[in-house]
């Protein structure tokens, strides 16, 4: 065998694999080693092409390599989990503050909404007072004289006026019913991961049943059930794509 016949052997070779390690087709992707997989109705933004997944469920690889998700209105989460068969996304906020996001938090403009929603007060109040009763305060949006207190009691709140500020009462995005709170102020809000769900597209029926959803055409947005074979079983029809290349 001559060099260019070996050098033609080889590439003949390798050619299959370095075709599977492109973005053609749907299945799954996910950034880096990251347990969160993009699937229909999702799609990972530059991975995948925005036809294998519905408008408004493009997620990104951040430079850390986690997976997000941009609401039109309230900035970047970092996603926790999809799960697919409840269609409920759970998120956390990448400065570790999500109780700055709730008190301007808006879903609007996004395919999402909220799981449970809970009434909340925000008040800011000294710091001796908070430190002299032992209150929990929220340490990512206090400073050196003021401290942010949270509370499901609109009565509690407004007994520490005059000492005390409320900054605004709103219904924020909660990841379980709310169930009285021992305390009166609570840090739950601000520790909590962000739990929201969605309607449209309805493919947990097909999860329920391991096929897989995708649009029924590229001329509609309607979808229906695919088959699906299993990772392992055949690389080349389920093909993960890895952010970091
Ligand atoms: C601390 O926070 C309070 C309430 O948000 C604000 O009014 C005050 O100006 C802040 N003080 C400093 C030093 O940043
Ligand atoms: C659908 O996709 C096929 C194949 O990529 C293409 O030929 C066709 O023009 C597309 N139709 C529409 C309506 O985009
Ligand atoms: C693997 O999947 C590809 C694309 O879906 C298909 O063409 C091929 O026949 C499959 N191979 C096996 C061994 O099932």
Not at 28 to 53: E, I, K, M, T
Not at 129 to 148: H, W
Request: proline share 7%; net charge positive; with cysteine.
């Amino acid at each position: 065998m001559t060099f260019s016949n070996q050098l033609f052997f080889v590439l003949f070779l390798l050619l299959p694999l370095l075709r599977a390690s492109h973005p053609k087709d749907c299945s799954s992707s996910s950034c880096g080693l990251q347990d969160v997989h993009a699937r229909f109705p999702f799609w990972l933004d530059p991975n995948q092409p925005d036809f294998c997944g519905h408008p408004g469920f493009d997620l990104h690889c951040t430079i850390s390599q986690n997976t997000a998700l941009n609401l039109p209105k309230s900035g970047t989460f970092l996603v926790r989990e999809i799960d697919y068969r409840s269609q409920h996304i759970r998120l956390y906020d990448p400065e570790a503050c999500l109780a700055r996001k709730l008190l301007t938090f808006d879903v609007s403009g996004s395919p999402f909404s909220a799981l449970y929603l809970a009434k909340y007060t925000f008040l800011t109040c000294p710091n001796e007072v908070v430190k002299s009763s032992g209150f929990d305060s929220i340490p990512c949006l206090g400073n050196s004289t003021s401290s942010f207190l949270a509370t499901t009691s609109l009565d509690i709140a407004k007994s520490m006026l005059p000492s005390c500020q409320i900054v605004k009462t709103l219904d924020v995005p909660v990841s379980r019913p709310v169930v009285t709170e021992k305390s009166r102020f609570s840090t739950y809000v601000n520790n909590q991961d962000l739990w929201l769900k969605w309607d449209s597209p309805s493919c947990s029926n097909c999860e329920r049943n391991h096929l897989r959803c995708g649009f029924i055409s590229n001329a509609s947005l309607q979808v229906k059930c695919f088959p699906f074979e299993k990772s392992g079983t055949n690389y080349s029809s389920y093909n993960t794509i890895n952010c970091n290349k």
